[in-house]
């Protein structure tokens, strides 16, 4: 959570979180003193982030918004000082075209200058697709699907409701290439939150990236 609140300008301001699920990192950041609009596409995972939002204080409340909503159809009229998609939340899509569509989504909701960051899992090696596989073709080999987690809750009848999250992997390759039809560039590619960078082989990607051509924030 550090390395994604390191990139909130000083003066403050609004932050989207596509993917809230349980709103742990939405909390956080409203403890820092952020207004906060977390966005997922299931109601079990929003029924959780507003048993987090309770925790708050009451007079932080206001400071977060949940919203139930597709992320790759998402637009609000509103932009914002940073985008963030963490935990996995690039791989709740199936396909390509569904992650190009989420960083569509999210250069959408950018203030001039403003990043978009986000981290996913990596396939293990003897998963990844032929290096002759070109990205931009229609085709596309049968996506791997992974569950990192579970999640639980507790029913009104004392039991705990078990939920398995199903999320789907995507090479560093095709990140890459549905960034750049985005509109959107990396500044940074890390293997880790401890900002070492990211090489071949590595089990996971922390990113960085901003709209092509946007100026630098000051």
């Known amino acids: 959570m550090a390395r994604y609140a390191s990139l909130l300008p000083e003066s403050g301001g609004a932050v989207l979180v596509l993917g809230v699920a349980e709103g742990r990192l939405a909390e956080s ?11 997922d596409p299931s109601l079990r995972m929003l029924e959780r982030a507003e048993e987090t939002k309770a925790e708050l204080p009451p007079e932080l409340h206001g400071r977060l918004q949940l919203l139930r909503a597709d992320l790759r159809s998402l637009r609000l009229q509103q932009r914002f000082v940073a985008v963030f998609a963490p935990r996995d939340a690039v791989a709740l899509v199936a396909t390509r075209g569904d992650l190009e569509a989420l960083f569509v989504t999210a250069r ?3 203030a001039p200058g403003a990043s978009f960051a986000f981290d996913l899992s990596l396939p293990p090696p003897r998963w990844l697709f032929p290096e002759d596989l070109d990205p931009h073709e229609g085709v596309q080999p049968e996506r791997a699907v992974f569950t990192p987690h579970l999640h639980s809750r507790r029913t009104r009848r004392g039991d705990r409701d ?7 992997h995507f ?4 990140v890459d290439h549905a960034l750049g039809a985005a509109g959107l560039e990396a500044l940074s590619r890390d293997r880790d939150f401890e900002g070492r960078p990211w090489e071949p082989g590595a089990d996971r990607m922390v990113v960085v990236a901003q709209a092509r051509g946007g100026a630098p924030r000051s």
């Open 108 to 110: 959408e909701h950018l």
């Open 171 to 174: 090479t560093a390759g095709e």
């Open 162 to 168: 078990i939920h398995r999250l199903l999320l789907r």
């Open 29 to 39: 950041l409203v403890r820092r003193g952020v207004t906060v609009t977390g966005v």
